[in-house]
């Protein structure tokens, strides 16, 4: 069978829906919410009502782009977790109550299992088993692939996640919000060898990135105590080298693993795989370690419904399929 599927997505700041038809996307709109801009970062509140607005409208606009009636689809699939709880409850009660009218059947999605199966949206698509490391606002981890639903954690951060010690540090820089991405593009015109930053070293395959954001906390206010121009003076540099240091952190377990499993398919996902830097940097690693690297189009790293659906689909597949007593998990494990 090649089932019809309408996918949501609502985990964080973005209202996406998707349809998938036979493995194939037709449809992928995304309704970015601005309100979190004059905060400095998302709102859960505020994010909650945002995909109250903007739910339908998406679902919507996707049912049109991809030609189809509701009446064509055969599930609908929603992601259950991880998240904000308010921003889940959002998406999966909208999914459940289609389903519930059109009687169709409903499929509940893991939102980081989603990030990796977006490497099947497109072509090149990886070959099992492969690892996968998984890099976002709030996960980072190195995932041993070894099917579409098989999927077993090899190690993640003990604290913070990646995309959090990005967007942070480009608080503490004075940038706007989304850091992240203004940090990766300020970068691209310094020097990363300029500055210093600890590499912290944690057991196995996992990470930790709280001590590098105290040390680059506590090596902005030294250096602008003796010079308050020190940041817009130095800010490319600056950039540049905070992110040499966190692709760093990243990349030394990733080799790890890979040189341990003995696995040279390597593939990363989620919001921060959209970074410039580490796109080279494990560009780079591939040439000289023999890798087959993946890296999905710049529209499947962050939060967006297409991933949802082509998990989903490998799902509806497998027969695995939940009911309407399924409830957001702003925790759901891998």
């Known amino acids: 069978?090649?089932?019809?599927?309408?996918?949501?997505?609502?985990?964080?700041?973005?209202?996406?829906?998707?349809?998938?038809?036979?493995?194939?996307?037709?449809?992928?709109?995304?309704?970015?919410?601005?309100?979190?801009?004059?905060?400095?970062?998302?709102?859960?509140?505020?994010?909650?009502?945002?995909?109250?607005?903007?739910?339908?409208?998406?679902?919507?606009?996707?049912?049109?782009?991809?030609?189809?009636?509701?009446?064509?689809?055969?599930?609908?699939?929603?992601?259950?977790?991880?998240?904000?709880?308010?921003?889940?409850?959002?998406?999966?009660?909208?999914?459940?109550?289609?389903?519930?009218?059109?009687?169709?059947?409903?499929?509940?999605?893991?939102?980081?299992?989603?990030?990796?199966?977006?490497?099947?949206?497109?072509?090149?698509?990886?070959?099992?088993?492969?690892?996968?490391?998984?890099?976002?606002?709030?996960?980072?981890?190195?995932?041993?692939?070894?099917?579409?639903?098989?999927?077993?954690v090899l190690g993640q951060t003990t604290d913070d996640a990646v995309g959090e010690a990005f967007d942070k540090s480009a608080k503490l820089l004075g940038l706007p919000y989304p850091g992240g991405p203004l940090l990766d593009r300020t970068a691209a015109t310094g020097n990363p060898d300029r500055f210093t930053f600890p590499i912290v070293s944690m057991p196995g395959y996992d990470y930790s990135f709280s001590g590098i954001k105290t040390s680059i906390l506590y090596f902005l206010r030294e250096n602008t105590t003796k010079n308050p121009n020190f940041i817009a003076e130095n800010l490319p540099d600056i950039c540049a080298s905070i992110q040499n240091a966190l692709i760093k952190t990243l990349l030394n377990k990733l080799i790890l693993a890979a040189k341990e499993t003995g696995i040279r398919q390597i593939a990363i996902a989620g919001g921060v795989s959209a970074n410039s830097g580490l796109r080279k940097a494990l560009t780079e690693a591939a040439t000289k370690y023999n890798w087959q690297v993946y890296i999905p189009d710049f529209q499947y790293c962050t939060d967006n419904a297409a991933m949802i659906a082509i998990a989903a689909h490998y799902k509806f597949l497998q027969g695995e399929f939940t009911d309407q007593y399924a409830s957001p998990d702003p925790r759901y494990k891998l």
């Open 1 to 152: 069978m090649s089932p019809t599927i309408l996918a949501i997505e609502s985990s964080c700041d973005d209202t996406s829906a998707a349809v998938i038809s036979g493995g194939k996307v037709l449809a992928n709109i995304v309704a970015t919410q601005e309100v979190h801009k004059q905060y400095g970062g998302v709102v859960p509140e505020l994010a909650s009502r945002a995909h109250q607005q903007n739910i339908v409208p998406v679902v919507t606009q996707a049912l049109l782009t991809a030609k189809i009636t509701k009446n064509d689809l055969d599930a609908v699939a929603f992601t259950r977790g991880p998240g904000l709880l308010g921003a889940l409850l959002v998406g999966s009660s909208f999914a459940k109550a289609f389903a519930l009218g059109l009687q169709l059947t409903l499929i509940e999605v893991n939102h980081m299992q989603a990030h990796i199966l977006a490497h099947f949206i497109d072509e090149p698509k990886p070959q099992f088993p492969f690892l996968c490391l998984t890099v976002s606002g709030g996960h980072t981890q190195i995932v041993l692939v070894k099917d579409y639903l098989q999927m077993q």
